[in-house]
Each structure stands twice: as C-alpha cells, then as structure tokens.
C-alpha cells in the first residue's frame, strides 16, 4: 500500500518537470525531450536514396551504423547553419533516425511541465511548445517525426 | 583422433545471395546475380534500344530514368546489364558494373520503416559491400512488373533493429 503511494507520488513529480535539449535548425530554435533523444554527433555526408517518401531521402552510414535521414530543414524552409555541422539521432518509433542540426552546440535543460502549452507549430508533430526567452521553441515529437503528411510539400 | 585436428569452418553452411553491384549515377546498386544473362560493353550494344541474345528479346530500361536518378551513360564504364527473371527480360543500362559479390543472408538488411513509399517496392533491401551501402533492386519491378515477391529474401523489419552495433553482423 505504501509502496503504491509512493510510485504515485513519483510519477507525479516526473510530470512536473520535463529534461529537454535545445538545438537550432537554420536559426529556428526547437526543443524535443531528452528521452527521444539517441545522442548528438559530428554530421558525416548522407547517402542519397532515391525515394518519393517526403523528406526521407537519404541514410546516414557510420561505421557499421546504417540509419535513415530526415531532413527538418527542408521541411522548415531553411538549411542547417555553421560548421561543423551535428547530427541529432532521433529515438523514432520505426527506428533510430539521424536529423542534420546547426553546429551550435544543444543545451540541457529542466523545464516546468506546467510552462509547456498543448500548441505547437502546425507545420511539424510537436508534443507542444514553450516560451524560451520571449521566444515560443515548438517541442518536436521526434518519436513520431514524419508522420502528419505532408502532400503539398512533397518533393 | 582429437578434436582439435578438426577443421570446423570446412563444415559450417553459410548462406550467401550472390549480387551484380552496378553503379547508377551516384547511387549503388544489386541485381541478384541468378538473373544475369550477359553485361555488354557499348562496342557490343552499339544504338540499339533492344537486344536479342539467345533467343530472347530485352527491351531497354531505363532504371534512372525510373527512380527519378541523374545518370551520365555516356561514359566508357557503362555497361548494357541483361537481366531476366524467367518470364520478363530487359537490358539496364548502368553508369558502371563494380563486381560480383557473394553476400550472407546476414548481412541483407530491409530498408528502414521510415521509407513508406515506392522505394519500398523498388528496393528489396539493401547491404554492405565494401563499406558502401548498396540498395537491393526489385527485379520484378525493375523489368516492369508489378509489385511481386523479391529474389531476395530479408527478414521482417521487425525483425531488424539497424542502428544498433549488432545491426551489422547481426541475424537476418
């Protein structure tokens, strides 16, 4: 009985608070949990495929690590700034997936869970967004990136 | 007799898939090699769009034309790849023919879930040759037909968690 309460009490104090990362794509700041989050790397060239799946063109080979690519940037209209530039394994449902970010460096950080508001950017699965410094940074849904499809911009 | 005169790898069965590896453009590609029928120089082809060999006719494909790929087939590696599957046939044009390879099943892969589209009947999979990534060409799709079962088996995606170190080496 004791036990139950205190899993209870628990889980309440994980909702409380969030560990997110923060990374820019083409300047845009976003955010997305640190648990959907495989690591951050140096970005190596992608391979292209060819493939009519919107934004999944190409895969990412490292060593004996084969994983597809999706590219956020072009689906937020812009290109991944600086050098060198990272790449960010997304922890996705089908599988790990490797996304190109700018060379700014993510920071980690714990946010309140009652900061984080429901809506997000249209354009992308966000789990919502929050205001970091006067600015609203959408919360990518990493785990389900790709999955809202995007007929009209389809390449 | 001791056991340690035995040479056990002499007994061991290992599966293999033998590949054509062709370049297509940038991309590089496997025909399994069981539909092979000839490689002609462009001496050999000359202009013709069809060629007829041992009775039967291969009409040309175009594959780069088909995956939406830039191709430069002018150069002095391409290569007329002739490829049936036993009820269709067609000649593939390619940038170069890279060798023949004898792949364990282990090492095939499926392409990953986050490909949802056409490229998942253009492709049956894909593997590591040389350290490149080479994608497994459908050859019922590539001869034209409808989507069908590949040449090649590959595991379930399931059954494949690529990205992880035993992604390589791993069963299939």
């Known amino acids: 009985m004791l036990r139950a309460a205190h899993g209870q009490q628990q889980a309440q104090v994980t909702k409380r608070s ?124 990493l785990q389900r990136l790709g999955q809202i499809r995007q007929d009209v911009a389809r390449h | 007799m001791s056991l340690r005169g035995r040479n056990h790898s002499t007994n061991m069965s290992v599966e293999t898939a033998s590949f054509l590896i062709v370049r297509l453009g940038a991309s590089c590609m496997a025909l399994p090699a069981d539909g092979v029928r000839g490689v002609l120089t462009k001496d050999e082809t000359g202009d013709e769009q069809a060629m007829t060999a041992a009775g039967n006719v291969y009409p040309s494909i175009d594959l780069a034309q088909r995956l939406l790929l830039i191709a430069d087939l002018s150069g002095p590696d391409m290569r007329t790849v002739l490829y049936s599957n036993g009820h269709s046939h067609g000649a593939v044009r390619v940038t170069q023919v890279v060798g023949l390879a004898d792949v364990e099943r282990k090492d095939c892969f499926p392409l990953p879930l986050q490909f949802q589209c056409d490229e998942r009947n253009w492709f049956a999979g894909m593997l590591l040759y040389q350290d490149q990534l080479v994608l497994i060409l459908n050859p019922s799709w590539a001869l034209g037909g409808v989507a069908a079962a590949a040449l090649v088996s590959v595991a379930q995606p399931e059954q494949i968690f690529l990205a992880t170190s035993a992604a390589v080496g791993g069963p299939c």
């Open chain 1, 18 to 141: 969030w560990n997110m990362l923060f990374f820019s794509v083409g300047g845009i700041k976003l955010a997305a949990r640190t648990e959907d989050v495989g690591g951050i790397s140096p970005w190596v060239p992608s391979i292209p495929v060819p493939s009519r799946t919107p934004f999944v063109q190409a895969m990412l080979k490292r060593d004996n690590l084969v994983m597809p690519v999706y590219d956020l940037a072009t689906r937020l209209n812009c290109q991944p700034l600086g050098e060198p530039l990272l790449c960010l394994t997304a922890r996705h449902l089908d599988g790990p997936m490797a996304i190109c970010i700018d060379a700014e460096v993510p920071t980690l950080e714990t946010v309140d869970a009652a900061a984080i508001r429901q809506t997000g950017r249209g354009d992308i699965e966000t789990l919502g967004s929050i205001t970091i410094g006067g600015n609203d940074v959408a919360i990518v849904a």
